[in-house]
């Protein structure tokens, strides 16, 4: 039975000599293994489909081994993300992200695929700044997997008046100098306001957003350990962390 799936590559690996094994994250049915055969041949009719960011409709059937792609219609390949290296890690960190989480229901997994379409347009077509898309990323998917980063009121008692807050890191969530416990990290006040001017602006508008360096980096840091925290994966961010 031939299935379809819209889905982007998330991962590409060598399987023997000619094929590639690619993971794809599919709206319909999450991550999926596939084998694309013959595909390291210069002339391989198929050969786009196994680029990371590769987005289109994959037509898919079950073998011996798992399953295999047999037809690919390409809507967007994202090879511009190539061309920039700055674009290119912030863009593979999504998909390390992605990578890296079970999601529990079927609608987490489309509102994340819906996310990261949205996310790898803004970084490859827009002209936002490439870590500020990273971050709102990071932020909705928040949202949507887990529970949401409040910035206007502590997420224990619910007061929308305080002084500072905590990173909770046992869920990452945010709290007040009152419930604030053993572990608890202060959000300086400069990471804080980065966290707000992000969240509070929409993807499209992002472009008009520039945040001091120190806050830049502030955020990204705090965002990648909540990240750890409550998915229990240790991202490894290359070329952006390391
Ligand atoms: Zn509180």
């Known amino acids: 039975m031939t299935q379809k799936l819209q889905a982007i590559v998330i991962r590409s690996n060598d399987r023997k000599e000619k094929d590639k094994n690619i993971l794809l994250f599919s709206i319909e049915q999450g991550k999926v293994w596939a084998t694309l055969k013959g595909v390291k041949s210069p002339t391989a009719k198929m050969k786009i489909a196994q680029n990371p960011f590769c987005f289109g409709e994959f037509m898919l059937e079950d073998g011996k081994m798992g399953k295999i792609v047999t037809g690919f219609d390409a809507i967007e390949t994202f090879h511009e993300l190539g061309d920039d290296v700055d674009k290119y890690f912030e863009g593979t960190a999504m998909l390390e992200i992605v990578n890296a989480i079970d999601f529990s229901t079927q609608i987490e997994q489309a509102q994340v695929f819906v996310l990261l379409l949205k996310c790898l347009k803004s970084l490859c077509f827009g002209s936002v700044q490439p870590l500020y898309v990273l971050d709102k990323f990071l932020i909705e998917l928040f949202a949507i997997v887990g ?22 890191y046992k869920d990452g969530s945010l709290v007040c100098s009152g419930c604030k416990g053993w572990g608890c990290e202060e959000l300086s006040t400069t990471t804080l306001s980065a966290l707000k ?40 961010m290359i070329g952006i962390l390391s």
């Open 197 to 236: 001017v992000i969240k509070n602006t929409d993807l499209e508008k992002l472009s008009t957003v520039k945040l001091a360096q120190e806050s830049e980096n502030g955020l990204l840091r705090v965002l990648v350990r909540n990240f750890d925290a409550r998915f229990e994966r240790k991202l490894k």
């Open 147 to 168: 529970s949401p980063l409040n910035v206007d009121k502590c997420a224990c008692c619910a007061s929308k008046v305080f002084d500072k807050l905590w990173i909770d």
